[in-house]
C-alpha cells in the first residue's frame, strides 16, 4: 500500500511562497488521482488542488492563480507551489491518493490514502 510522506512546510509573512512535496514511498501513485488538502483549526477539510494521471488540474477558487499542483514524471513526487501567500491560507496541509483510476476532483471522498500533514503557517 502506497505511503505519502509530505515536506516543505513551515512559517511565512504574508506574501510569500513556499512549495510542498509529497513523496509516495512503498509504490507509486501512477495512474491516480493526486490532491492537496487543508485543514485549519475549527474548520472541515477542504480540497486545495488535485491533478489526474493525464495531468488535468482542479483547483479551489480561494487559491486559483496563487497555488499551483504538478509531480513528477515517474508519478512518486507531488508539489504545490504556493505564491502570494495569506493569512487564511494556515492550516495543516495533507496530500492524498484517489482510491479510483479515472474519478478525480476534490471531494474527500474520492481518496483513500492520506499523508500525515505538514504545518503552513502565514502570518499578517
Known amino acids: 500500500q502506497v505511503q505519502l510522506v509530505e515536506s516543505g512546510g513551515g512559517s511565512v509573512q504574508a506574501g510569500g511562497s513556499l512549495r510542498l512535496s509529497c513523496t509516495a514511498t512503498k509504490s507509486t501513485y501512477s495512474g491516480y488521482c493526486m490532491a492537496w488538502f487543508r485543514q485549519a483549526p475549527g474548520k472541515e477539510r477542504e480540497g486545495v488542488a488535485s491533478?489526474?494521471?493525464?495531468?488535468?488540474?482542479t483547483y479551489a477558487d480561494s487559491v486559483k492563480g496563487r497555488f499551483t499542483i504538478s509531480q513528477d514524471n515517474g508519478q512518486t513526487s507531488l508539489y504545490l507551489q504556493m505564491n502570494s501567500l495569506k493569512p487564511e491560507d494556515t492550516a495543516m496541509y495533507y496530500c492524498?491518493?484517489?482510491?479510483?483510476?479515472?474519478?478525480?476532483?476534490?471531494?474527500?471522498?474520492?481518496?483513500?490514502?492520506w499523508g500525515q500533514g505538514t504545518q503552513v503557517t502565514v502570518s499578517s
Open positions: 492524498a491518493r484517489g482510491t479510483k483510476p479515472g474519478h478525480c476532483g476534490l471531494q474527500s471522498h474520492i481518496f483513500g490514502s
Open positions: 491533478i489526474d494521471h493525464d495531468g488535468t488540474t
